[in-house]
């Protein structure tokens, strides 16, 4: 249900879609899985993003305050950095045997970091990204997760 969903968001956007400078863009999140990414530039230099993704059998949502500056000395290229928390909740299947019948299930929250590189073509309506972004789980399952690196394609519009 969910791929469809942002299959058909993706699609409905194409029409609203701008070039370069964009002040929102809607895409999917590639990191071994897939998610939404929806990002809004407040202006030159600062954005929100917010990311849904599918995490064990359920669903994570995070929200990052993002500082934004030129790269590589390009028009389009843009790297940044930033922070913001994650809330999820999953339910996850671990097997049966003759002595248990085990089904997890969780909430967790937690604080995320992101260090990224993003372009945005000018010819044509299309921004992509490839982030790390390590977080730290405060509830259930505490700890520090830094595996978490990401391809994200985008339609921006205005």
Do not use: C
Request: net charge positive; charged share 15%.
């Amino acid at each position: 249900m969910m791929k469809n969903l942002t299959i058909a968001a993706l699609l409905m956007l194409i029409s609203f879609s701008g070039f370069s400078q964009y002040k929102t863009a809607v895409g999917i999140r590639f990191n071994g899985g897939y998610g939404l990414s929806i990002k809004h530039n407040k202006n030159s230099k600062i954005a929100l993003e917010g990311i849904i993704s599918g995490y064990r059998n359920g669903v994570n949502a995070a929200l990052l305050y993002e500082v934004h500056d030129r790269a590589l000395s390009t028009p389009g290229f843009r790297w940044y950095y930033g922070a913001g928390g994650h809330i999820g909740v999953w339910d996850e299947y671990h097997g049966r045997g003759w002595w248990y019948d085990e089904t997890r299930n969780g909430f967790t929250v937690g604080v995320d970091g992101i260090l990224g590189i993003e372009y945005t073509f000018t010819e044509i309506p299309f921004n992509m990204s490839l982030d790390w972004k390590p977080v730290f789980n405060i509830v259930r399952n505490p700890g520090v997760f830094v595996g978490d690196v990401g391809l994200t394609l985008r339609l921006p519009f205005k």
